[in-house]
């Protein structure tokens, strides 16, 4: 886990820099994910989700977060209808 630990900070920076860019919270959720903090990754996920609404991406990693929390439902309502 310590391996994803400085990517996370990484991307943490980027975003500061550049608060907009939802791939950089894309990426950071999967960094936050590898390390199973699902609920972080799930929250930069639906933050890309909010920056980008046409990245189809990004709802389907949405939808990865909310299984890996448990919530099946929501994670197949998000991948199946993009509603935000």
Do not use: C, N, W
Not at 8 to 22: C, M, N, V, W, Y
Not at 48 to 56: C, D, I, N, S, Y
């Amino acid at each position: 886990m310590q391996r994803y630990e400085p990517a996370t900070a990484d991307f943490s920076a980027a975003i500061r820099l550049q608060p907009k860019e939802a791939f950089l919270y894309l990426e950071r959720a999967v960094t936050l994910a590898a390390m199973g903090r699902h609920a972080e990754a799930l929250a930069d996920r639906s933050e890309a989700v909010r920056l980008q609404p046409g990245l189809a991406e990004a709802y389907v990693a949405r939808g990865s977060s909310y299984h890996a929390l448990g919530r099946h439902k929501e994670g197949m309502r998000t991948a199946t209808r993009p509603s935000g």
